[in-house]
C-alpha cells in the first residue's frame, strides 16, 4: 500500500448505517481484530477486551439496549469494545483509539461500518448478554459495503 493509498482509507472513513446481508468472512474480522489489538494505549495497558458478536438474536438484544445503536440490528456483526475501567480518562482516549482503527481497518477491507455507543442506562443488558462486568462499552459494527 502507498502512502496515497493509506491516507485515502484514512480520508474516507465515514459512518454508514445500513447495510446488506451478506455475512462477512471470518478471515476479515480476523484481520480486523488484529489491527485493534495492536492500538496503542496508555501506558501500555491495553485496556480492552473485544467481543464479536455475530448471532441475529444477539445484535438485535444490543439494538434494543441503547437507541443509538440501532443501526446494530442490521448489520452482520458487531465488536463490542468493552473497556476494563479502571483508569476512565486515558482509557477513554485509548478507546477512541482503538474505535477509530476498527473502523479505518473495515473501510480499508471494502466493509461498512458505525460506532454504536451504548448508553449507560443499555450497559447492565449489554454485559450480561455478552456475559462481562465491565461497566463501559461502545460498539463498532461492520458489515460487507
Ligand atoms: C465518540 C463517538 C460516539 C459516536 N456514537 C455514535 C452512536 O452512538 N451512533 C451512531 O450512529 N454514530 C455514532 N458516532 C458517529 C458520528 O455520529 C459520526 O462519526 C459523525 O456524525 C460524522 O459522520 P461520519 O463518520 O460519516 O464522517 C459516534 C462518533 C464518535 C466519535
Redesign the pocket.
Known amino acids: 500500500m502507498t502512502d496515497h493509498d493509506l491516507l485515502r482509507v484514512l480520508r474516507s472513513?465515514?459512518?454508514t448505517?445500513e447495510f446488506r446481508p451478506d455475512p462477512v468472512p471470518q478471515e476479515l474480522l480476523t484481520r480486523i481484530l488484529e489491527v485493534a489489538r495492536w492500538t496503542g494505549s496508555g501506558m501500555n495497558r491495553q485496556p480492552w477486551t473485544f467481543v464479536v458478536v455475530r448471532d441475529r438474536a444477539s445484535l438485535a438484544a444490543i439494538a434494543d439496549a441503547?437507541p443509538?445503536?440501532g443501526?446494530v440490528r442490521g448489520a452482520a456483526a458487531a465488536i463490542v469494545i468493552v473497556m476494563h475501567g479502571e483508569m476512565p480518562e486515558m482509557e477513554t482516549f485509548d478507546e477512541?483509539r482503538a474505535a477509530e482503527r476498527i473502523l479505518a481497518a473495515a473501510t480499508a477491507l471494502g466493509l461498512a461500518s458505525?460506532?454504536?455507543?451504548i448508553q449507560p442506562a443499555g450497559r447492565p443488558a449489554v454485559a450480561a448478554l455478552l456475559g462481562v462486568t465491565d461497566q463501559r462499552s461502545?460498539l463498532a459494527p461492520t458489515i460487507r459495503s
Open positions: 472513513v465515514r459512518s448505517r441503547s443509538n445503536a443501526h477512541g458505525a460506532i454504536g455507543w461502545s
